[in-house]
């Protein structure tokens, strides 16, 4: 790739990311303006449970459809009818009568939540085709830190947009940035029509994408590979093609469990501190939180521009412990001083764990990727939608200490698991290299019936379990 090539991708990819930011301040913003208005068009509580409840099931359903749809669609016009759908709905919402406004409410949550996962899927899955190889870690924490300020920026002018300019101003903000990040979408150099396949073929019509097989193992369209008679869905594939990856994707659900439980902890606990002014303490918290988030990816741009390597497999496993920790220590009462620091460190965890298990999926060969990031939506929107149920009706009872320390306790002892699974993993490897540094091991090994013909596995290269496997 050239260097004009280059500089042309990371330029629409920075637009991209600008477009995606604006949209994140609009969807941030209206976390707060529809939960509120849920509430003032129904007058019940119930009704704000269940509006939350039918986006992330949304979601939870668009995860498992992502790759179908991928496979039909190109990932341009996945992301920019993603959002035009958003758009749309919000619009139907100022004008819908008064007598249409709840029908239409748990319309929008199902559009957003089915729309929001599949534009999220769709990018994340497609970045290594925007930027590149070798970039993926700079594209991921370009995408973060534009989320994590657009998040802030979100969630501190909600109250002053619905107070002083009402709903449907709030609305029609929310409105416009989709259609922002639509145009956005427009300007990269993909198509917009269906998708032509992800395999490429040789002369005889063999895969030869990435050395995965043939047409008749893996499924001409990425769909599974065929195990006598059955066929293995390309997800379960998916999970297979990377080493730890199962555990990683399971860790992940199980971190946004404790992630539901912080999010709905953080207003009662603020409350119990000043029950005068008890959004102080959430703003303060989520302000030094996206710094924190937006620091440590100014750390991993240099580091990786530096050494040329990802934070890799480990780092998400570490990152997942530290950020646990610090949300369980920011409801334990320690000085406000302390509790901004520990802020800042979950925060950065939190950034070093999106980064290094994005970045890690992106290793995945195309489809196998997208089904992988499917599948992970889908666990994260089912962990998070079961942790609000199950964290909402503990807070009755504990206090918020006591049930963030379950919830992101259990995502601690499930980190060390994966921790020590990536290291014995490294272990193995470098005990491997080891013995085929030996002079004379190949001629072994070709004795013992490996074969000199590089069958065996792959030599060279440390993957700290990220890399696709050979086979």
Known sequence: MTSGTAALQERRYRILVTGYAISSY??????????????????RALAVGVFMAVRLAAGFVAGLAAAAVLARWSAKGVMFWANVAQAAALLLLVLAPDGFRTGTLFAVSAVVGASGTLFMVTLRSSIPDMVGEGRHTWANSLMVSGRSMAMVAGFASSGVVVSLLGYTA???????TFFVCALTVLLLPMSMGPARGNEEKDSHGKDVEDGRGSQEEEGADGQGRRDGRRRVPAALVALGAVPVL?????LR????????????ALPVYSTELDADNPAVFVSVFWCVWALGNVLVQQVLQRYTKRT?????????GLGTIAMSGTFILAFA???WAVTVLVALLAGAADGLTEVSYTSHLQTLPSPLRTHAFGLSATVENLGFGVGMIVVAAALDVFTPLSVVGVAHGAAI???????????RGRGAEQAQAAQEAVPGSEEREGKNGKGESGAGPARGGHRDGAEVSGG
Do not use: C, E
């Open 413 to 423: 002892v499930l980190a060390l698991v994966y921790v020590a699974r990536v290291l």
């Open 308 to 316: 040329g390597r990802s934070v890799g497999a480990l780092g998400f």
């Open 26 to 43: 609009g969807t941030f913003l209206n976390v707060v303006a529809l939960s509120l208005y849920v509430y003032a068009v129904t007058d």
């Open 253 to 264: 659900g199980i971190d946004a469990l404790g992630s539901s439980s912080h999010n709905a």
């Open 170 to 176: 709030a609305f029609l903000v929310d409105m416009a």
């Open 333 to 335: 009462g320690l000085p």
């Open 246 to 250: 199962g555990l990683m994707v399971a």
